[in-house]
C-alpha cells in the first residue's frame, strides 16, 4: 500500500509560480510512473502530467505544456510538479497519483493510488 502526501499549494498572483511536492511511502517507488492531476470546482478531475518510473519519459497536458514541469526525486520517494506563468484557469486541487503499469495514463482510473490533494489558487 503506498501513501502519497502532497504539499506546497497556496494562493498565488497570475504569473507567479509554485511548487508542488509529493512524498511517497509504504512501497517502492521507482515502481510506478507518477502522475498529478486537479479539479476544479464542479468540473471532472484532469490530467496534468505524468512520469515515468526513471524520470526518462514525461507527457503533458495541453493546457500546460511549456509551463509546468514534472520531475522526480526516487531517492527522496518524491515527485515534483514545478508550475510557472500560473494562470486563473489553473486553480483546482492538485492530486498526486501512482500507477503500476498499462496504457492511458491521461484517466484517472488507471492510477492505484492517490493523494489526498492541495489546494491551487491563482488570482487575476
Known amino acids: 500500500q503506498v501513501q502519497l502526501v502532497e504539499s506546497g499549494g497556496g494562493l498565488v498572483q497570475a504569473g507567479g509560480s509554485l511548487r508542488l511536492s509529493c512524498a511517497a511511502s509504504?512501497?517502492?517507488?521507482?515502481?510506478?510512473?507518477m502522475g498529478w492531476f486537479r479539479q476544479a470546482p464542479g468540473k471532472e478531475r484532469e490530467f496534468v502530467a505524468v512520469i515515468s518510473w526513471s524520470g526518462g519519459s514525461t507527457n503533458y497536458a495541453d493546457s500546460v505544456k511549456g509551463r509546468f514541469t514534472i520531475s522526480r526525486d526516487n531517492a527522496k520517494n518524491t515527485v515534483y510538479l514545478q508550475m510557472n506563468s500560473l494562470k486563473p484557469e489553473d486553480t483546482a486541487v492538485y492530486y498526486c497519483?501512482?500507477?503500476?503499469?498499462?496504457?492511458?495514463?491521461?484517466?484517472?482510473?488507471?492510477?492505484?493510488?492517490w493523494g489526498q490533494g492541495t489546494q491551487v489558487t491563482v488570482s487575476s
Open positions: 509504504g512501497g517502492t517507488f521507482i515502481n510506478y510512473a
Open positions: 497519483a501512482a500507477r503500476y503499469s498499462g496504457p492511458n495514463y491521461y484517466t484517472p482510473g488507471s492510477y492505484d493510488y
